[in-house]
Structures are given as structure tokens and as C-alpha cells.
């Protein structure tokens, strides 16, 4: 059977917090879940498919990583970008570009020019295999944090099952433990009761005893 032909890769960008954020992969559904984004941005209007060049030949590189940069600024796209630089100014705004105009005056670089949607079959194979080998990456360790979670879970619901068990057991003792005071106080009472008949029985005999010998 024939191997599956790989996807294409385009590089898609969109604004998350600080920073704007690129990624080279094979379709939007596959940007989204790289971002980690709950909702649909590209719906939204907040992400889009971009052929700058220099953006481009940045995601080609780095096939299936988020590249970031601080939001609003016309700098490289990195793995590690610092945050934006005028967080501290209240008054400051992330100045963007007005849309249809470029990030940077410089001309594109030969290598941009060549990523900017002319890639030859060759590196956009080896692109899309790269993109697959980090999407493995990214599954094989939210696999790993998930096993993490698990083991998580089943040491805490096997400490609370303990302490249940501890506390039912605990109760059972207690409850066992009253009842047998209950019982010992029954006992008590009916003593007591017997007791007081008996004396009440013994004295009215012992003061008839004593009138009879004042007469």
C-alpha cells in the first residue's frame, strides 16, 4: 500500500497574550491545537495564513514550533522571545502595521524569497516531515504529563479510599462502644430501680416495726 502523501505546510500567525505567534503546519486545525487556543481564531479574525517571507523562512526552519515575538514589534520570530518592552507605560499600545503594508523595509533575503510559497517538493516533504516529528514530540509528552495526572489521581483517590475506610471504621468502633454504655446505663437504671422498690419495701416494714414500739 502507498504511503500517504505529507500536507503542505503554510505558516500561520495570530496574537495570543504578549506575544505574536507563528507556526509552520499543515493546516489551521493543526495551528490552533499547537497554540493551545480553545477557540476557532482564525474565525474570529485574531489568526490568518501569512507569505511574509521572513516569517516564512522562520516556521520552515522550525516546522511545528511555536515561534514567538513580542506583540506588536517587527523582529524575528524566535523559539524564546523576551516580553514586550513597554509593558511598564500604561499609555502604550502594541503599534501594529496597517494591513497590506510590509513588517520591514529591507528587502527579502534569497532564502525568504525562496520559502515565500515557491518551496520546491524536496524541502516541503522534509518540511512536513519535520512538522509530523514535533507534532509526535508534543503527543508523546502531553501522553507523559497525562500519565503524570493519572498516577496523580490514583495515589490521591487511594489516600482518600484510606482515610474513608479509617473514618468508617473509627465510626463503627464508637457507634459499638455507645451501645455498650447504653446497655451498661440500662443495666444501671433497672439496678437502681430495683434497688429504690427494695428500700421503699424495707422501710415501711422498719418504721411500722418503730411505731408499734413507741405504743
Keep these: 500500500m502507498p504511503a500517504k ?3 503542505k505546510l ?3 500567525q495570530t496574537s495570543l497574550g504578549f506575544y505574536d505567534q507563528a507556526i509552520a503546519a499543515p493546516s489551521m486545525k493543526a495551528a490552533l491545537e499547537a497554540w493551545g487556543a480553545s477557540s476557532n481564531l482564525f474565525h474570529q479574525g485574531a489568526a490568518k495564513e501569512t507569505d511574509d517571507p521572513d516569517i516564512v523562512a522562520a516556521t520552515m526552519a ?3 514550533v511555536v515561534l514567538r515575538r513580542p506583540v506588536g514589534s517587527d523582529g524575528r520570530f524566535t523559539e524564546s522571545a523576551e516580553l514586550p518592552t513597554d509593558l511598564v507605560d500604561d499609555d502604550a499600545r502594541p503599534r501594529r502595521k496597517a494591513k497590506g503594508k510590509t513588517r520591514s523595509t529591507k528587502p527579502p533575503s534569497k532564502a525568504a524569497n525562496k520559502s515565500s510559497g515557491k518551496i520546491d517538493d524536496q524541502a516541503a516533504r522534509k518540511a512536513a516531515a519535520a512538522f509530523e516529528k514535533e ?7 502531553r501522553r ?5 495526572r493519572a498516577k496523580e489521581r490514583a ?4 489516600a482518600v479510599a484510606l482515610a474513608e475506610a479509617a473514618l468508617d471504621k473509627a465510626r463503627r468502633e464508637h457507634d459499638a462502644k455507645a451501645q455498650e454504655i ?11 430501680a430495683a434497688e429504690e422498690a427494695r428500700w421503699d419495701k424495707q422501710r415501711a416494714k422498719l418504721e411500722q416495726a418503730l411505731r408499734r414500739a413507741r405504743e
Design 62 to 64: 522550525k516546522p511545528g
Design 155 to 158: 495515589r490521591r483517590d487511594k
Design 182 to 192: 447504653d446497655a451498661d446505663r440500662a443495666a444501671l437504671d433497672e439496678r437502681a
Design 144 to 148: 507523559k504529563e497525562e500519565a503524570v
Design 5 to 7: 502523501p505529507k500536507r
Design 10 to 12: 503554510k505558516t500561520y
Design 135 to 141: 507534532a509526535r514530540r508534543r503527543e508523546a509528552e
